[in-house]
Structure formats: structure tokens, C-alpha cells
């Protein structure tokens, strides 16, 4: 249990506070590249800060305070120039510093004038890759932006869901750390949920679906160089499968990275502030070895559905069912009041390492996984657990969405890339530890 002060402590991210200050020293995704191709701002909340994301016309991405230094008006409504994001309002143009490069009618009164030179407000580096925009929030030198491997995988095909929570980032994580919730929330809860949608709509008897998830024998935590790794032995299962021996692994401190050698999941959860978090997942779908992915140009997004039309948050699809479980908690889960066991040992070393982690920030040090060498950097490979899903041909070759809202022509792609494995054989243990 912690104290209501405590829980403040580890839950906000404002600047200035220990967790606020940790969060800075890591790269957080902020858009899914494509949508500047839609629209070239875009109004972003994240630590707190109010920033606009724009791509000026010769392609350069900015990230600068969202209020014009001028007269404050909101900055991503303006307009992109060949180089900077210029006012609406009176024509005062930014550059990607947030160093104010034109003042139209200053200029004009007076030619000399050096006023502009002193306006400047913040920017703040960002990158694009892997389908996605990333910033970097924190103090100069900036960390490399880590490349997970998934990023350099090829053979497969990737989009991007996004959704806007309201609650704190730190009860997603907290779930990521929590491996019985699998047995209730979406074994039991979840399947009951996807049970009685079949049933209204006539498309299964009542009673038709298995309730009765496999208990969870023993749970299991580690920390490695870039997080910390979750494991599980059910009824069924043993010390050998790769629930165990491989786990799923969080990276720190805000990732969850789950799935298998078919797909898998990057889930970022960005704090927007105190009580949002932007959840931005990264999805990606392998083809059959030898089998040829359809071409992708660039990484689409969608964004998520979170209600259904009656307003209540929708319950039958996996990730939903997480997200009802954290939204639920409340904006930001009063701690003070909860009371913790057995199954909740991932969740008290995850503290732990937070604390440990900003005290390392307090202390002027580096904390765990950023990374800074670039020979490192040019793939990092990380625990994923390989054969389980290829066990069943069937099941693996059938989409099954983990969250609502993706547009049909999507859909019909991932179907496209996930039927290239129908008629494989199942992998073996042995075939399934050679590397992707
Ligand atoms: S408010 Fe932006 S230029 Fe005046
Ligand atoms: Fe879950």
C-alpha cells in the first residue's frame, strides 16, 4: 500500500516531478507518421506539455509550444511554410528551436529591428521511424531513439491503432505486470463478454463457449537491460514453455511488447498528463517464410473505438477488455486505499524499479535501457515467445482483431498476409528458437 502522497509521487508526470523527470529521458511516440500526410499539425498533450507536431513543405518535422508566442492563439491551426509553421493570426513564423524566424509587420516598421530574435519558445527534437513519430522531451545530448528489432523485421506488414485513455499511465503498466489478470479479465470476464454478443446476435447458443480459464500455478519477474520480463506457468503448462522460459517482456518504462513469431504488439502507453494516456499500438503481421507480404509504402493508422453506442466502454476484444479494467480504476487509481497479494508481486517490483530508477535521474545519473551506442543500436533484440502460436495453423491463419475500429481495407490486407501460413506445418520447439 502506498500513501496518497506516494502514489502522487510515482503516477505524475508533470515536469519537475520524479517521474516527470524519468519519462524525459526516454524517446515517446507522439503520432503515427501518415496522419501528417493527412493533415500537417497536430495538436499533442504528452508530459503534460501542450505542443504542436506540424511537417513543414520541405518535409521537416517539428515539434514547438502549441501557443503562438504573440497573442497565444493555438498553433496548429497555422499554416506550414517551405521551412517553419507560421501564425495564422498575424503571420509570425517558428522554426523546429521554436526560435521565432518572421515577424511580418515588426519587420516592416522596423527593418533593423532585432525583436524577433529574442522570442523563442520550446522545441523539442523529434524522428520518424518505424511507421511512427517520435519526441524527446528530456535534457541535451539526446539518447538514440531505440530500434527494436521488430522495427527492422521484413516479410510482414504493420499499421498503427491509437487511442486516447482517461487515466493515468501507470495503471496500463501496472496490468502489464500482472499475469493472473489474463485468467479472470480475459479468460473468464472477457469470454463471458464475447459469449453474450454471440448470443444477441443469434450467432451462438447461450452457454456454447468454454468459461473455465486454466488456473495459474506459479508467476515469475525478472529485470533485464531494457526492462523487465513477465512469466507464467498455467494448468497445462510447464517449466519448459515459453511462457516461462522466454516471458513477455515490458520495456522500460512504458512498453509492453507481446505476441508471438505470427504478430505481435508494441503498445505504447504515452502520458498525456496525470490522468490521459495516449495508447499508440504498433502491430505487425508476419507472412509464411517465402511468401510475399503485399507492399507497403507507408504505416497506416486508425484510430480506436473505446465506446460502444450506448456509452459504456466496449468489452469483447482483448485490449478492450484491459482497457476497461484501467479506465475503471479511475483517472488515477487511489493506491492508498488498495490492498495487495500474492499475484500482485510483478506490480511491487515494477515500483520498486520506478523509484529506483528516478532516484538515479535525482542523482544527475542515466537510468536502465537508454541507449547511446549506435553499433547497439543498429537492431536490439528482445524475448519473444516463438512456437506457442504455431502450434495450430488454424488458429493462427484467422485475424482476430485486438481492438475496434480498423478500417475494412485493413483488415482485409492482415487477413491477406496472415492466410500465407495455411497449410504449414506446425513449427517444432527446436525450428521455432531459430532468431524471427
Ligand atoms: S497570435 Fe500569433 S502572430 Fe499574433
Ligand atoms: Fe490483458
Known amino acids: 500500500m502506498l500513501t496518497a502522497q506516494e502514489n502522487k509521487d510515482l503516477t505524475s508526470v508533470m515536469p519537475g516531478t520524479p517521474m516527470g523527470e524519468l519519462f524525459r529521458r526516454y524517446w515517446h511516440p507522439i503520432a503515427a507518421a501518415a496522419e501528417l500526410d493527412d493533415r500537417p499539425t497536430k495538436a ?13 513543405k520541405s ?10 508566442p504573440h497573442r497565444r492563439v493555438d498553433l496548429s491551426y497555422g499554416i506550414p511554410e517551405e521551412h517553419g509553421l507560421r501564425c495564422m493570426y498575424h503571420g509570425w513564423m517558428m522554426d523546429e528551436t521554436g526560435q521565432c524566424i518572421e515577424q511580418p509587420f515588426e519587420e516592416t516598421v522596423h527593418p533593423d529591428g532585432r525583436f524577433k530574435e529574442k522570442v523563442k519558445v520550446a522545441g523539442y527534437p523529434v524522428e520518424s521511424y518505424g511507421g511512427l513519430v517520435f519526441a524527446y522531451l528530456g535534457p541535451q545530448p539526446a539518447p538514440l531513439l531505440p530500434h527494436w528489432e521488430t522495427f527492422e523485421w521484413e516479410g510482414g ?16 503498466m501496472e496490468n502489464s505486470m500482472d499475469p493472473v489478470h489474463l485468467e ?9 463478454q464475447q459469449q453474450d454478443k454471440a448470443v444477441r446476435l443469434g450467432l451462438a447458443e447461450a452457454d456454447s463457449f468454454p468459461t473455465v480459464p486454466r488456473r495459474h500455478q506459479k508467476i515469475g519477474f525478472d529485470v533485464f537491460d531494457y526492462g523487465l520480463i513477465k512469466r507464467r506457468v498455467v494448468e497445462g503448462t510447464t517449466e519448459e514453455d515459453h511462457d516461462w522460459k522466454v516471458g513477455h517482456p515490458v520495456l522500460f518504462p512504458n512498453v509492453l511488447f507481446v505476441g508471438s513469431v505470427v504478430n505481435c504488439t508494441l503498445q505504447y502507453r504515452v502520458p498525456v498528463d496525470d490522468t490521459h494516456t495516449m495508447h499508440i499500438t504498433w502491430f505487425f503481421y508476419r507472412a509464411a517464410d517465402g511468401a510475399e507480404p503485399p507492399k507497403q509504402e507507408k504505416v497506416p493508422y486508425w484510430y480506436v473505438n473505446l465506446y460502444e453506442p450506448d456509452g459504456t466502454l466496449i468489452p469483447d476484444l482483448v485490449n478492450h477488455q484491459d482497457f476497461v479494467a484501467w479506465i475503471t480504476q479511475g483517472p488515477n487509481a487511489e493506491r492508498e ?3 495487495l497479494g500474492e499475484s500482485d508481486r510483478g506490480i511491487i517490483l515494477y515500483r520498486k524499479v520506478l523509484k529506483e530508477q528516478a532516484g538515479i535521474v535525482q542523482d544527475g545519473g542515466e537510468p536502465m535501457g537508454v541507449v547511446r551506442d549506435p553499433e547497439v543500436n543498429k537492431r536490439i533484440d528482445l524475448p519473444l515467445e516463438r512456437w506457442q502460436a504455431l502450434s495450430d495453423v488454424t488458429w493462427m491463419t484467422r485475424y482476430m ?8 481495407e485493413l483488415v482485409s490486407t492482415i487477413e491477406q498476409v496472415l492466410s500465407t501460413w495455411a497449410g504449414e506445418k506446425p513449427w517444432t520447439e527446436a525450428q521455432a528458437t531459430l532468431n524471427q
Open 337 to 339: 486505499k488498495e490492498k
Open 44 to 56: 499533442v498533450r504528452v508530459l503534460g506539455e501542450d505542443l504542436v507536431l506540424y511537417k513543414d
Open 401 to 408: 482483431p485486438l481492438q475496434q475500429g480498423e478500417p475494412p
Open 157 to 172: 506488414w504493420s499499421d498503427i491503432g491509437i487511442v486516447e485513455l482517461p487515466c493515468n499511465w501507470l495503471q496500463c
Open 184 to 192: 479472470w479479465l480475459h479468460g473468464y470476464w472477457g469470454v463471458r
Open 59 to 68: 518535409g521537416t518535422l517539428g515539434l514547438i509550444d502549441r501557443f503562438c
